[in-house]
């Protein structure tokens, strides 16, 4: 049922559910790396907000051309009569994990506004970072959020169609 209730049944819902995912986690994470790596002022924050439209451009991209491969790895990991629960977190680990190397560098490149070598030199020194604060908001923040969204507007279009 939580399959049914929790996660897109369409393309549009797809749309719906990455779209509540991917704004608050932009909204979260790109602010929190950069603090990090910049220091905690208000002026780092507005830099921030300055370059998250890209990001969040970026991280839709990734998303997408991330999906299967995650997918892919969960579906080796999990067996189909595992939890909903293990499903969802295999996957949220998977995704992470490929969507954070890429972002790693690429967020990097967009933040400084240049491509250089610099993300690629640091990479193993920033990535483990990058990797746990994407990690924890994805698991405890967007897809919660994200799933309670699915279910609240599969109710509605569910008592509509009854």
Same mark, same amino acid.
């Given at each position: 049922?939580?399959?049914?209730? /929790?996660?897109?049944?369409?393309?549009?819902?797809?749309?719906? !559910?990455?779209?509540?995912?991917?704004?608050?986690?932009? @909204?979260?994470?790109?602010?929190?790396?950069?603090?990090?790596?910049?220091?905690?002022? &208000?002026?780092?924050?507005?830099?921030?907000?300055?370059?998250?439209? &890209?990001?969040?451009?970026?991280?839709? *991209?990734?998303?997408?051309?991330?999906?299967?491969? $995650?997918? *892919?790895?969960? @579906? *080796?990991?999990?067996? %189909?009569?595992?939890?909903?629960? *293990?499903?969802?977190?295999?996957?949220?680990? !998977?995704? +992470?994990?490929?969507?954070?190397?890429?972002?790693?560098? +690429?967020?990097?490149?967009?933040?400084?506004?240049?491509?250089?070598?610099?993300?690629?030199?640091?990479?193993?020194?920033?990535?483990? %970072?990058?990797?746990?604060?994407?990690?924890? +908001?994805?698991?405890?923040?967007?897809?919660?959020? $994200? %799933? &309670?969204?699915?279910? /609240?507007?599969?109710?509605?279009?569910?008592?509509? @169609? $009854?």
């Amino acid at each position: 049922m939580d399959f049914y209730m /929790k996660l897109p049944r369409s393309k549009k819902e797809f749309a719906l !559910f990455m779209l509540v995912i991917s704004v608050i986690s932009v @909204n979260i994470i790109a602010p929190l790396i950069t603090c990090f790596e910049m220091g905690f002022s &208000f002026t780092t924050w507005r830099d921030t907000l300055e370059v998250i439209p &890209f990001v969040w451009m970026s991280v839709i *991209a990734v998303v997408l051309i991330t999906y299967k491969p $995650a997918g *892919a790895l969960t @579906n *080796a990991l999990i067996r %189909r009569e595992d939890s909903f629960n *293990a499903h969802i977190l295999a996957n949220i680990v !998977f995704s +992470v994990l490929i969507m954070s190397v890429i972002l790693t560098i +690429v967020g990097s490149w967009i933040g400084e506004r240049q491509i250089s070598m610099g993300p690629i030199e640091m990479f193993f020194y920033k990535w483990p %970072r990058n990797f746990a604060i994407s990690l924890g +908001v994805e698991t405890c923040i967007a897809q919660p959020i $994200a %799933r &309670f969204v699915m279910r /609240k507007y599969h109710e509605h279009i569910d008592a509509r @169609n $009854a």
